[in-house]
């Protein structure tokens, strides 16, 4: 008790207990949201079930690389544009972004419009390439 008695230990004590509560409660939203894949398991739902991958990111950003066969559609045209997924609707589609969280609104526009399969890369591109999984930069 006396180490908490001292005013910037008992700070680093409610940073600690905060922080881990927070690390706690990302582990746990991760647990049970089966829809965020890690770059392994997005190649493994690839490999085996034939998923497709959809870049929602700006042209710029698709242009500097992206998944091999990745289908680019941004998410500012998902909703206009979401019929031309209707053909892979039977299909897993995994969605990613840079960071994933522009690919969850995309995974919520893509519900709405009564599709099921729907993946999201955790961490984005940013996770895929710090895995050193390979991007390209030809056009699918």
């Known amino acids: 008790m006396e180490f ?16 881990g509560g927070w690390l706690l409660v ?10 965020l894949l890690t770059p392994i398991e997005a190649t493994m739902l690839i490999n ?3 998923a497709v991958t959809v870049d929602v990111r700006a042209q710029g950003d698709y242009e500097k690389g992206h998944l091999p066969n990745a289908r680019h559609l941004p998410f500012a045209d998902l909703e206009r544009r979401g019929t031309e997924l209707e053909k892979f609707r039977a299909r897993p ?11 969850a609104k995309g995974i919520a526009t893509l519900k709405k419009a009564g599709f099921e399969k729907l993946y999201n890369l955790r961490g984005g591109l940013f996770e895929w390439e710090k895995a050193g999984y390979p991007l390209t930069r030809k056009k699918k």
Do not use: M, P
Request: charged share 20%; hydrophobic share 40%.
């Open 93 to 103: 589609l995994i969605l990613y972004c840079n960071s994933g969280a522009t690919a």
């Open 48 to 50: 085996r079930e034939d």
């Open 26 to 35: 990302e582990f746990i939203r991760q647990y049970r949201d089966k829809s």
């Open 4 to 19: 908490l008695q001292h005013q910037q230990n008992l700070l680093w004590a409610v940073l600690a207990a905060v922080s």
